[in-house]
């Protein structure tokens, strides 16, 4: 049923989009025509684009899990520190990503790579907290008898508890996180010049150039589809034959 859905949104899309493209040939690039120019692009410009634009995003991600951890880990230490990351966590969720891009081109400049990372960091951190903070409330709650009959100190709680008890929660939010931090780090590319889809979408789209336009935004969509439904999907699975 699955692979039925799939096939019927390809259709419903890919025929939507030969409609557009009679209706508005002047701004809708056919499918056609877009599949063509992708099949002859240079492979190592795509190759290129596609790998700096994961290594920003994955960069801005680890950091963020690690930032996460590390907050869940101070905050168990004290009940202010817990209510600090927890109001932390809120005042990230409202800063909108085009602050902390513009901000990050601002400081670090339109040749560097770091706004993106920067963006990917500030996507990811806020969403992966929220689920660990959750996640390990939880389990201290169910396990805090047993830490105290076990005479466990707080690096221990966490190493034997919390790390594995959160894991499959932290792998359902890196899931989403990552998605997001990809979904907006082509954003600060595409605002700077260090390269990525981000920056070969704005680019061809600020010289007219429409079929590469429409073939760089087609590869970013493939691109969130494969991370999602193929990578992150099967994570996802293993994390609930964990639990399980």
Known sequence: ??????????????????????????????????????????????????????????????????????????????????????????????????????????????ASRLPAILVAFAASYPILLSSLLTSVERLRKRYWELSKILKLNRLQELVYILVPGSLPAYVSAARSAFGVALRVSVVAEAFGASGGVGYMLMFSYSIGDLVSFYTWALLLIALMLFVDRVLFYQLERLAMRWVG
């Open 1 to 110: 049923m699955r692979l039925i859905g799939w096939l019927l949104v390809a259709i419903a899309v890919a025929s939507t989009w030969k409609l557009a493209c009679c209706f508005a040939g002047y701004a809708v690039v056919c499918p056609e025509t877009t599949l063509f120019h992708m099949l002859n692009m240079d492979s190592s410009v795509i190759a290129y684009a596609i790998s700096s634009t994961l290594l920003n995003t994955l960069t801005g991600f680890i950091l963020a899990s690690i930032a996460a951890y590390a907050s869940v880990f101070l905050g168990i230490t004290h009940p202010i520190l817990w209510d600090f990351f927890s109001s932390l966590n809120v005042l990230v969720q409202s800063i909108s990503i085009l602050i902390w891009a513009l901000l990050g081109l601002a400081v670090f400049g339109v």
